[in-house]
């Protein structure tokens, strides 16, 4: 049977067969050529008078500017929030803010097409990722945390939680959406007030989120959002009056934020780099399995921070999952994201997709094998093949440091204690999976990986009522969840 169904595989791409086009309308996504900073409740002109651009990766066509806020547009927004907290949010009873927060999860699921078509044109990643994943989970996310609001002395039995005032929030590029519901969601459900700065090269769907709160009636400066790249987040970062930092991105980033907050009485949760180990053993549904890798690597382009970039494949299966995973990765369609059938989207920016090809040299050049699927890229836009490298070694940098696309690094195993050393052996502990039959080796493995959150015979599933976070070099602090809530508030 399995057979067969390679070998149908094999026939369609050997002959050339392909899908039909199926692109998204693009109607439903209303751009403004230009964009202010939301603060205070309303749109504001710059006091630093700077925009910039953002682009789609696609097409590298331009979409709008946005505006680029300085030390004095964070100080205003900084403002704003310090008194919406101390004259509205703070005081206000909990079940009213949790109607709120409530409304502007019902506005994103009204929306949810609109806010689809935008992530997927700013972002670059496929229609089907930010219409069946990012935008449903970032209207649950909204859900579950409205629900918390007024239950907190449930959350936290026998304690009083208080909110911590000023939250400065920083996110990346790779989930812009969601990553501002993870961070806005639970700030507001207790009781503080945000300033938000999306990445510099996705900021769209975050000014849209402004919209929407606008229109949810939120009071003017419980959540502001403002745009700017690395020298906004660092005035954010460094402002006296913010009394918490929650942060997502780089790791060395994350550690220029640790030294800026340092000595300070912020409170700083950071979400940063990973190398995700995938594990297979040789008692695993093997089918199943590759999807599963496929899915954790190549359908969000790698751009993903718990990305399973490292492959350890028992060595009694290796042959066949290695042909498998050829197999698939030639089936994988690499193009427009605006189209319903594409598995990999387009890098989200030139910088990053030189940053992929770095490493693939540096892969070839420490001895690793390439090996890429063999699909037409567009001519215009920034697109990677998705690749392997097979005959890595645990010293290779390909198989020690983050490199944020769509490249796998494979190397084989014969026991647990040996799988369990090698993928514990990176600076980073963000996520990884287990492919088995067997419950005792994963309960085996599970105990033993340092790793923040490890899915079994499944990869990449979230859910909002789910911890997520690091250890080691990805950080500290958790967000989902009832921990998530617990990086909001002071505990008495
Ligand atoms: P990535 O590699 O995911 O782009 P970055 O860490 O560079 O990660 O960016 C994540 C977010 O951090 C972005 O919003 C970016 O503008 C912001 N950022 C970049 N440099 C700094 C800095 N020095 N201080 C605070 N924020 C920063």
Redesign the pocket.
């Given at each position: 049977m399995a057979t067969r169904k390679n070998n149908t595989l094999k026939l369609s791409f050997e002959t050339g067969w392909k899908y039909d086009p199926a692109p998204e309308s693009k109607s439903s996504a209303k751009i403004d050529p230009r964009y202010e900073l939301f603060i205070n409740g309303k749109f504001e002109k710059p006091l630093s008078k700077k925009y910039f651009n953002t682009i789609n990766p696609a097409t590298e066509e331009k979409l709008s500017e946005v505006a680029d806020a300085n030390v004095a547009d964070v100080n205003k927004a900084v403002k704003a929030a310090r008194n919406a907290y101390d004259k509205v949010w703070k005081k206000m009873p909990p079940k009213e803010r949790a109607k709120y927060i409530y409304r502007i999860a019902r506005m994103i699921q009204e929306r949810a097409r609109e806010f689809s078509v935008i992530e997927t044109l700013d972002g670059g990643k496929p229609i089907r990722e930010s219409r069946d994943v990012d935008i449903p989970l970032v209207a649950n996310h909204f859900f579950y945390y409205a629900g918390w609001a007024d239950k907190l002395e449930y959350a936290f039995p026998n304690r009083t939680a208080s909110p911590l005032g000023v939250a400065g929030q920083?996110?990346?590029?790779?989930f812009p959406l969601l990553m501002a519901a993870w961070k806005i969601a639970p700030a507001l459900a207790t009781g503080n007030t945000v300033v938000l700065?999306?990445?510099?090269t996705t900021p769209l769907t975050a000014l849209k989120l402004a919209e929407i709160i606008q229109e949810a009636d939120l009071p003017p400066g419980v959540v502001n959002i403002i745009t700017g790249?690395?020298a906004?987040?660092?005035a954010?970062?460094n402002h006296p009056d913010i009394n918490k930092i929650a942060?997502t991105?780089?790791t060395?980033?994350g550690k220029?934020?640790q030294r800026a907050v340092a000595g300070t009485n912020k409170k700083v949760t950071l979400e940063l780099g990973g190398k995700a180990a995938n594990i297979i053993f040789d008692d695993a549904p093997i089918d199943q399995a590759v999807e599963g890798i496929i899915n954790g690597i190549f359908f969000n382009q790698g751009h993903v921070c718990c990305a399973g970039s490292r492959l350890f494949v028992q060595e009694s299966v290796y042959k066949e999952v290695i042909r498998k995973l050829k197999d698939r990765l030639e089936t994988l369609i690499v193009g427009d994201p605006m189209d319903k059938n594409t598995d990999v989207g387009a890098i989200n920016s030139k910088q990053q997709l030189s940053n992929i090809h770095k490493y693939l040299k540096i892969g070839q050049q420490e001895g690793a094998e390439m090996y890429q699927s063999s699909c037409p890229l567009p001519s215009k836009g920034f697109f990677c093949r998705p690749t392997l490298f097979t005959g890595v070694s645990q010293s290779h940098r390909i198989s020690q440091e983050e490199i944020?696309g769509p490249v796998l690094a494979i190397q084989s195993f014969r026991t647990d204690d040996e799988v369990i050393e090698k993928a514990n052996n990176t600076p980073f502990g963000l996520s990884a999976g287990v492919w088995t039959d067997k419950g005792s080796k994963i309960f085996n493995l599970t105990t033993k990986m340092r790793a923040g959150v490890i899915w079994a015979n499944t990869y990449n599933k979230f859910d909002p009522t789910s911890p997520f976070g690091g250890y080691k070099e990805s950080g500290y602090g958790r967000e989902g969840g009832l921990h998530g809530l617990s990086a909001y508030v002071n505990l008495t």
């Open positions: 920083i996110i990346p590029w790779n700065k999306p990445a510099e790249a690395g906004t987040g660092a954010i970062v942060f991105g780089s060395d980033v220029l934020i944020f």
